[in-house]
């Protein structure tokens, strides 16, 4: 009997899973998570939350918690996929069928909704202030670039500040501050043109 394909635009990269995917998502099919389609692949919900995803890669096929963080990892399977980067997402990889044990994953599966349902969520960390002598001088001394200024949403506004403030001299940051002005006055971000 063919094995059930799943869509090539969701997460198997190499298009080598369809069958081990089709094992996880009727694992999860056991529970209360709904599946959706989000950025091109399956993901599972509850309240409209993630929960989870699954996915296919090179090496591996996976099932991810997008708060796995919290999960008690009695099994000690989990793997942050981006050391120093992720948070909170853990993945749970696999190289065949035969390593997927059902009961196990259910178990970890309903942890995962237990934690949702408990809102167990890591707050996302708050970009320290940028703060830069420079260009508050030149705020202070001109009103209609202050005004202008203040129109940009506060991530806007941190782009042009980081902008200044990642330039070593000063002089390279008065340079800076001169050429954004122009922009600040007509309304343009600092990224516009790449979004």
């Known amino acids: 009997m063919e094995p059930l394909k799943t869509n ?10 369809s069958e081990e995917l089709e094992l996880l998502k009727s694992i999860i099919a056991k529970t209360e998570l709904i599946e959706t389609t989000k950025w091109g692949g399956y993901v599972y919900v509850l309240n409209d939350k993630n929960v989870l995803g699954v996915g296919g890669f090179k090496n591996y096929f996976t099932i991810w918690f997008f708060n796995g963080v919290f999960l008690k990892d009695e099994k000690q399977v989990l793997v942050n ?12 990889r696999f190289s065949s069928k035969e390593e ?21 969520h890591l707050k ?9 002598e420079l260009f508050q001088k030149e705020l202070d001394a001109d009103p209609n670039l ?23 001299r000063e002089e390279t940051k008065r340079s800076r501050i001169e050429k954004i ?10 990224n ?3 979004r």
Request: glycine residues 4%; proline residues 3%; hydrophobic residues 35%.
């Open 146 to 168: 202050a005004k202008a200024f203040l129109k940009f949403s506060p991530y806007k506004q941190k782009e042009f500040l980081e902008y200044i403030e990642t330039a070593k």
């Open 81 to 92: 996929a981006q050391e120093g980067v992720t948070k909170s997402f853990r993945q749970w």
């Open 8 to 17: 090539t635009h969701t997460w198997d990269k190499v298009n080598s899973w």
């Open 181 to 190: 002005k122009p922009m600040i006055l007509e309304n343009i971000g600092l």
């Open 124 to 132: 996302p960390e708050k970009g320290k202030i940028i703060v830069s």
């Open 192 to 194: 516009d043109k790449y």
């Open 100 to 120: 997927v044990n059902e009961a196990a994953v259910l178990d970890y599966i309903h942890e995962a909704i237990e934690n949702e349902k408990q809102g167990k």
